[in-house]
């Protein structure tokens, strides 16, 4: 089954008219992006945008041969322009299908968002499934048959990828197409860095596709660290890196503070943020989780998981800390390290970056700079990826 995808952009295109912002004032060429159109073996057309026929052809293709046009977007979605010749669009009802003389077969998948999904089957028994911007379908049984592709609003809806593939839709050889790409995100590396933590990919507007070819799917690396100052929005990259994924544990070193309201709103803040489906394990014994098969750990963060091992060793107290303490921390960040090298699990850790030029005043806040300083360290030696989060943007260090 052959697919062009006309179009890869939100409904009102990348640059958005009379819009500002730097992303859209940087969407140029291959960045550019008119609202998202699909061509199937040139028979079908799902979504029908402005300049169709045009982009048609400048990807090489004709819309002659277009025996239906089905529309995604809901009814009082983007204005319909319907080139001469072809049929008028029209809708199939949710759980109907239909059968084209193409012999493809379409069969409109119910959204937990206003619009219509497809799941399109070729004569040879490839599938494809489509869904509008915004949408996931609903209602999703466990044990489904992977579609050899999924073309979705993989941005907009990172939880709906989650879904689709805690159910089964998306599996380990299932190329999926991120699309209606809107000016939330920057184009070009940073645009296809998040899609490669989602396991998607994106294309330029005229690509043609086979659903069914192999293609190397963007395989989400085993360990991952994450580290940055105060506020960089390094928590957030982190849990980022994980929304597409099912099932994953959220493990919070920093515990809970009795009678302390800020740190409650910041941990409250935090959980909020987070996929519903997601668990969270508020524990500082992360070498018996790390030494567990399960789902995806998101671990936030090592330097509180530092600091309690400092609490439980008396490495604050000078005389203590000369007197065995350095040498039980030493051996409980050894035990860290070793778990994070053997972990069956995917893992992505957060961290503070510190000892960037400010001194601390004591012994013990020295101490603890330089200790997370090789904590770090040791920990980044065992990650395959590594980012640095600097004023929300993230810098691959190593990949």
Not at 131 to 141: I, K
Not at 301 to 323: E, F
Request: net charge negative; glycine share 12%.
């Amino acid at each position: 089954m052959e697919l062009t995808l006309l179009g890869t952009g939100a409904p009102a295109g990348l640059p958005r008219p009379d819009c500002p912002c730097a992303v859209c004032a940087t969407a140029r060429g291959a960045r550019a992006r008119a609202a998202t159109a699909l061509l199937v073996d040139g028979a079908l057309l799902l979504d029908l945008t402005p300049g169709a026929a045009l982009a048609a052809a400048r990807a090489g293709h004709s819309l002659v041969g277009v025996r239906q046009v089905l529309l995604t977007h809901p009814h009082d979605g983007p204005a319909v322009d319907l080139p001469a010749g072809l049929p008028t669009a029209g809708r199939v009802p949710d759980g109907r299908e239909l059968t084209l003389i193409s012999g493809h077969r379409v069969r409109a998948v119910s959204m937990d968002h206003p619009g219509t999904g497809y799941e399109v089957t070729s004569p040879e028994g490839e599938r494809l499934l489509y869904l509008p911007p915004s949408g996931g379908p609903a209602g999703l049984a466990e044990g489904l048959a992977a579609y050899e592709m999924v073309v979705a609003d993989v941005i907009g809806r990172p939880d709906a990828i989650a879904r689709l593939r805690a159910s089964g839709a998306i599996g380990a050889t299932t190329d999926v197409i991120a699309v209606h790409i809107d000016h939330d995100v920057p184009g070009g590396p940073e645009l296809d860095r998040r899609l490669a933590a989602a396991g998607a990919r994106t294309v330029p507007d005229g690509t043609t596709l086979i659903v069914g070819e192999y293609h190397a799917v963007p395989d989400l690396p085993r360990r991952t660290l994450v580290t940055g100052g105060a506020r960089s929005g390094k928590s957030v990259e982190a849990e980022r890196r994980l929304e597409t994924f099912p099932d994953v544990v959220y493990v919070a070193t920093g515990g809970t503070r009795e009678g302390d309201t800020e740190w409650a709103s910041r941990v409250a803040q935090h959980r909020d943020r987070r996929p519903g489906a997601w668990r969270t394990a508020e524990t500082c014994d992360l070498a018996p989780l790390l030494r567990e098969e399960g789902p995806p750990l998101l671990i936030d963060c090592l330097s509180l998981w530092l600091t309690d091992a400092m609490d439980r060793v008396g490495a604050w107290d000078d005389a203590t800390w000369r007197d065995g303490g350095e040498r039980a921390l030493r051996e409980r960040v050894a035990e860290l390290v070793a778990a994070i090298r053997e972990t069956p699990r995917t893992v992505v850790a957060v961290t503070n970056e510190v000892g960037s030029g400010v001194v601390p005043a004591t012994p013990a806040g020295r101490r603890f700079r330089d200790e997370l300083g090789r904590l770090n360290a040791a920990f980044a030696a065992e990650c395959e990826h590594l980012l640095l989060v600097v004023a929300g943007q993230a810098l691959v260090l190593r990949s």
